[in-house]
């Protein structure tokens, strides 16, 4: 039942991108996000993919598994389309006067900035997670939460939190279809009946899986305990994160993209001032 | 000869007073001073005034029935437990002036049962990094601790890999790597080796024993495998908490009887050499197969002995219907399949099983023996019986697909049409530790839970005698149990309340992965007795996966070798394990039986037995009386 949840969806391979610091691509996606809502005409939108294409390209992935992740929202996109198709509103009218159904201009622009930004949005995200291991992630979420470390807030147990979840992913993953398997070989049915009986037939996964992972973690705390572990008090740290020349260049890149976007925004109506008003939003 | 061993009974019989504690103290690595500790206030303690001394560099086996206190034992030692009574004292240093336990847990580490759960991060070299980056080692210094660590146990190559994909010795090895990395100077091990098959217990064994020889340190094991403990230089025996006996493992093991009475079972050596003894055949004690070969040999040679045995006469075959044969043919399946994480678990596998049959299936964790089994009674489907499944059109001139094919009994499982659950109340599995599948309030509602799944409309009383007819089968009482959680239970009850759960609907077979995994040898051996009492009364054909093969060689008709997915070979236990090189080339053992055998034979005599020990001794002595030539 659970066998397609290959867990994250890191794609193996060795390119620029594989080997950026993942908080340089943290906030790379994060730069990219503001400039892909900062930007108001096509050229920005352009200048946007355009980067994305390039990281792409850089990332050495298939295109297919980046543009695949858009298929999780498919539809929340068509819903928020034809709401704002149809409710948006402006001032030039498409459809004939009579029509029930109202089509302006200005929400036919809106709504394709809408979903080239969503678009946009989610396979930069894609980027990001084929191209760098949830541990190689989770390691740059801690490094860019230290500063929080001030304020007292635990970043150290967080982080430690979170890698400890990811690694036993897999093996809680294992247990279920173990447990699954085993109540199917004793008559269980998963598969039929209303979702009252379906819920119900879930008690026999849900309990053993449970005390499972309370056993689990009661072990797991005690051989932690057994390795010298008491807190983030005067702990080092192995793994160090390190920029290279290759952050350098991403991080200039998008600094060019932010830089673009905006100086499109502001001169976009010298480029070619009659079509103007088709390229931007109102 | 008999003064000696007079002697050596009182030294088993002699506990330490804690007069000799005291003055071993100086130079000792572990002292333990009339400890007394319990879990909870008013249960019986887990260990009771208990006093040991373990010197630097010894390596000290512990063993004992479940419950013994053994793990409390390793969790007292670096203060994961601390005494109620006593002291317990590392290098000195005493648990209870708890200013920092780190200090001691610095000095001494423990790797415990269950690989899986020891790991706290997804990167090799990161799990190996935890214990220095906790106690505040520089970076570099770490970097040379990992490279050290993991080439001790011999997995440098790992270094940034992930745990996931590695089999259950590596796992545990490199547990043990991120130990070694604190730098600890006693390696303590809490039943380390009890979840792994016998390649993966052989690894870690070797980096044990040459942790003990060459790098000097204290090794405390806590086993239930004989061959384990003869690795040491002193084995204790605990009993309900309390050090019953000690002495160099050979001493211990000669003492079947004692251990006996600590709810130990006798080795297969020992058992047969006091089958021997018992028909007047003067062999001493022996411990290891070679030995007892040896032993007889030498013997036969006074005696005069024949050189061959009587011949192994089969038992008669009990003529079966046939009626509930497995039939496997050309099994192929591969997990994941057109996904980048494709992996070939089974290839080409033909296999019948008769009606009637004992089958054991042998081999590796990850041999694809599980993934077989578990397509016996259809929680694997074949392709052809999924509801997407469209055949493939073949091209003219190419020949047809050959398409995996398995009948049970009357079922076709590549049949669509095929009542899959009929199927599975037929084929009665267990699974690996099948306790922990157990999640009803009651036992009676757990044991009654495949019961009303399988048959609809069953009636209350109906229900309540199957269900205690089932308890009372595994060997529990049915008043007694019943209204119990099941988590109450201990946990070898707990592993027949979750057997009766599957065999509560009178399955036709009943398969069992590994259905001794885990528990001590008496609970071993009752659990092997409780399948041949099944076999006799309650299903007609039971077929258990196991990698122990002294067990196939005790208890099955017929076994199957299955390795890297593919069927090697299926012959009687009496044929297999002749084939002691084809079989070590592949990773696996013999019995202790076959090696005695293959033994006797380079010393020029013939013993013809089908590998259990009954049958083994029986033909030994045959040979002091005459063999064949008489």
Not at chain 2, 363 to 372: F, I, N, P
Not at chain 2, 468 to 485: C, F, M, N, P, T
Not at chain 2, 548 to 574: F, H, Q, W, Y
Request: glycine share 8%; proline share 5%; with cysteine.
């Amino acid at each position: 039942m659970l066998n397609d949840v290959t867990f994250g969806q890191y794609y193996p391979a060795k390119s620029f991108v594989h080997s950026m610091d993942p908080r340089t691509k943290l906030l790379a996606l994060i730069a990219f996000i503001v400039a892909i809502f900062l930007a108001d005409t096509f050229y920005g939108m352009f200048l946007c993919l355009a980067v994305l294409i390039a990281a792409v390209i850089a990332a050495r992935v298939p295109f297919g598994s980046v543009l695949r992740s858009v298929k999780g929202i498919i539809v929340i996109l068509v819903i928020t389309s034809v709401l704002n198709l149809f409710f948006h509103g402006g001032e030039h009218l498409l459809t004939p006067e009579s029509w029930v159904i109202k089509i302006y201009r200005e929400s036919v622009v809106f709504t394709v900035f809408l979903l080239l930004r969503l678009f946009l949005l989610v396979m930069a995200s894609a980027i990001l997670t084929l191209t760098t291991t949830p541990v190689r992630l989770t390691d740059g979420i801690e490094s860019l939460l230290t500063p929080l470390k001030w304020i007292k807030f635990p970043v150290h147990e967080l982080a430690l939190i979170m890698s400890i979840a990811l690694r036993f992913i897999p093996t809680l993953i294992d247990e279920t279809n173990r447990i699954i398997a085993a109540q199917k070989a004793r008559g269980a049915d998963f598969e039929s009946g209303n979702i009252f009986k379906r819920i119900k037939a879930v008690v026999p996964i849900l309990i053993p899986l449970l005390i499972s992972a309370l056993r689990r973690a009661e072990e797991l705390g005690d051989a932690m305990d057994a390795r010298c572990y008491s807190g983030s008090k005067n702990r080092t740290k192995y793994k160090k994160l390190t920029f290279g020349w290759r952050d350098l260049v991403g991080a200039l890149v998008f600094a060019a993209l932010i830089a673009g976007v905006v100086l499109f925004n502001v001169y976009a109506a010298d480029i070619w001032p009659e079509i103007y008003e088709y390229i931007i939003i109102t | 000869m008999q003064n000696e061993n007079f002697n050596e009974q009182e030294k088993l019989n002699a506990v330490p007073p804690a007069a000799e504690g005291e003055q071993k103290e100086q130079g000792a690595a572990v002292v333990f001073d009339g400890v007394t500790f319990s879990y909870e206030e008013d249960a019986a303690p887990a260990l009771k005034d208990f006093f040991l001394s373990v010197s630097k560099g010894e390596f000290l086996a512990v063993i004992g029935h479940n419950g013994s206190g053994k793990s409390t034992l390793a969790r007292l030692i670096n203060g994961l437990l601390l005494p109620d009574k006593g002291r317990v004292k590392v290098f000195g240093m005493d648990t209870l002036e708890g200013k920092n336990p780190v200090e001691i847990r610095k000095r001494a580490g423990i790797v415990f049962q269950n690989p899986d759960n020891q790991m706290v991060a997804s990167i090799i070299e990161d799990d190996v990094a935890f214990g220095p980056e906790n106690l505040g080692v520089e970076r570099e210094e770490i970097g040379k601790r990992i490279d050290w660590a993991l080439k001790a146990v011999g997995m440098e190559a790992y270094r940034t890999g992930t745990p996931s994909r590695l089999s259950g010795g590596q796992k545990q090895r490199i547990a043990i790597a991120g130990v070694l990395a604190i730098k600890p100077d006693i390696l303590i091990l809490d039943e380390s080796t009890a979840m792994l098959d016998p390649r993966g217990r052989r690894e870690v064994m070797d980096v044990v024993t040459r942790l003990n020889r060459e790098e000097g340190m204290t090794v405390i094991l806590i086993t239930h495998f004989m061959e384990e403990a003869l690795l040491a230089d002193r084995t204790i025996v605990l009993n309900r908490g309390e050090m019953v006996m000690q002495g160099t493992p050979a001493e211990i093991f000669l003492h079947s009887e004692r251990l006996e009475a600590y709810n130990l079972s006798l080795p297969r050596i020992g058992r047969i050499c006091k089958n021997l003894q018992a028909a007047g055949i003067p062999v001493a004690d022996c411990l290891t197969p070679e030995q007892l070969a040896a032993e007889v040999a030498q013997e036969g040679e006074k005696a005069g002995a024949a050189h061959r045995s009587l011949p192994y006469i089969p038992a008669p075959v009990e003529q079966n219907g046939h009626e509930w044969d497995i039939d496997v043919k050309d099994l192929t399946f591969t997990y994941s399949a057109k996904s980048p994480f494709a992996q070939r678990a089974l290839r080409g596998i033909d296999l019948h099983i008769d009606e009637g049959e004992f089958f054991g299936i042998i081999g590796h964790t990850g041999s694809g023996k599980s993934t077989l089994v578990q397509h016996l009674n259809a929680l694997i489907k074949l392709p052809q019986a999924e509801k997407k499944y469209r055949p493939k059109k073949v091209k003219k001139g190419e020949p047809a697909p050959v398409l995996p094919q398995i009948h049970v009994g009357q079922f076709d499982l590549s049949d669509k049409k095929c009542d899959f659950v009929k199927l599975r109340e037929s084929v009665g599995m267990v699974f690996q530790y099948p306790e922990y599948q157990l999640f009803a309030e009651t036992v009676f509602a757990d044991v009654a839970f495949g019961l009303k799944n399988f048959r609809k409309g069953i009636t209350a009383e109906e229900t309540e005698v199957a269900v205690r007819d089932a308890l009372e089968i595994v060997g529990l009482s049915y008043e007694e149990v019943k209204d119990k959680s099941p988590f109450d239970l201990s946990g070898g009850q707990k592993r027949r309340v979750a057997i009766a759960g599957v065999i509560v609907t009178r399955p036709h077979i009943l398969i069992l992965d590994e259905p001794a995994a885990g528990l001590d040898p008496l609970g071993k051996q009752e659990i092997m007795e409780l399948l041949h009492k099944l076999h006799r009364e309650w299903c007609r054909t039971v077929i258990v996966v196991s990698h122990d093969m002294d067990e196939i060689a005790d208890n099955c008709t017929r076994a199957a070798v299955i390795s890297r997915g593919e069927a090697v070979l299926c012959a009687p236990p009496r044929e297999l394990f002749k084939r002691e090189e084809e079989l070590s080339s592949l990773g696996l053992d013999i019995p202790i039986t076959a090696k005695a055998c293959a033994r006797l034979k380079e010393l020029g005599y013939e013993v013809d037995t089908d590998f259990t020990c009954e049958d083994f001794s029986e033909k030994v002595i045959s040979l002091f009386k005459g063999g064949e030539d008489a």
